[in-house]
């Protein structure tokens, strides 16, 4: 079965540390696609990024960057400098055809 | 911006009551989904529609049932409301998969059924 894991239930951090959020999938598709989302206190899910299984690029946006590896189906993102802003649960999701496969999230702190 | 907008962001309930939870979107998406959010548990998939009519059951039907009349509008019901249903329940919309497709969410109902 499709699965996602994320091995991290919660990470506290002081501002401006860089900070890494692991996600590890399990699919049988050859195309896929994986994301993550950020729930900030207020609830409601935010998309940040979707990533094919075609593209093994790494993207930066910012102070985020994703690292996708298929060799360790790895798909791990970084925020660099980390804010009290960026306090929120972290959910990595994989496209299981039509709905999306969620992992447990992190919940990351930031303090000042 | 894309829109998805749930009826009520808290809602209680009485054991054995009938509830609906109503979600709309306004980007014309194919796709609406229903999820439960527990904790320690993640979002869970209750039910899924791809068009009008149409339903698929995902992970957790049990105890829900779901209605999509017009393509904007999904609707969760839970027939007889028990305790163990007590949850925040996030709705979702999304184009098919062959064209873009991450998933957009409301701001979620959270539901206490007493």
């Known amino acids: 079965a499709q699965k996602v894991t994320q091995a991290q239930t919660e990470i506290s951090v002081v501002e401006k540390e860089d900070v890494t959020l692991d996600c590890v999938y399990e699919?049988?598709?050859?195309?896929?696609?994986l994301f993550w989302y950020k729930q900030p206190p207020s609830g409601e899910l935010v998309f940040l990024i979707r990533?094919?299984?075609?593209?093994?690029q790494n993207e930066i946006s910012g102070r985020y960057s994703w690292n996708f590896q298929k060799s360790t189906s790895s798909f791990n993102f970084t925020i660099t400098a980390s804010q009290v802003v960026d306090s929120a649960v972290y959910f990595c999701?994989?496209?299981?055809?039509?709905?999306?496969?969620f992992g447990k999230g992190t919940s990351l702190l930031v303090t000042p | 911006d894309v829109k998805v907008t749930q009826s009520s962001r808290y809602l209680v309930k009485r054991t054995g009551e009938k509830v609906f939870l109503e979600c709309v979107q306004d980007?014309?998406?194919?796709?609406m989904f229903w999820y439960r959010q527990d904790p320690g548990l993640g979002l869970r998939l209750i039910y899924f529609?791809?068009?009008?009519?149409?339903?698929e059951k995902g992970d957790i039907p049990e105890g829900y049932s779901v209605s999509r009349e017009k393509k904007e509008r999904f609707s969760l019901i839970l027939e007889s409301a028990s305790t163990n249903q007590t949850s925040m329940y996030l709705c979702?919309?999304?184009?098919?998969?062959?064209?873009?497709?991450?998933?957009?969410f409301g701001p979620g109902t959270r539901l206490t059924v007493l």
């Open positions: 979702a919309s999304g184009h098919k998969r062959e064209v873009y497709n991450e998933q957009f």
């Open positions: 699919t049988r598709d050859t195309t896929y696609y």
């Open positions: 990533r094919n299984s075609f593209d093994e």
């Open positions: 999701a994989e496209d299981s055809g039509y709905a999306l496969n």
């Open positions: 980007m014309d998406h194919e796709n």
């Open positions: 529609s791809y068009d009008v009519k149409m339903k």
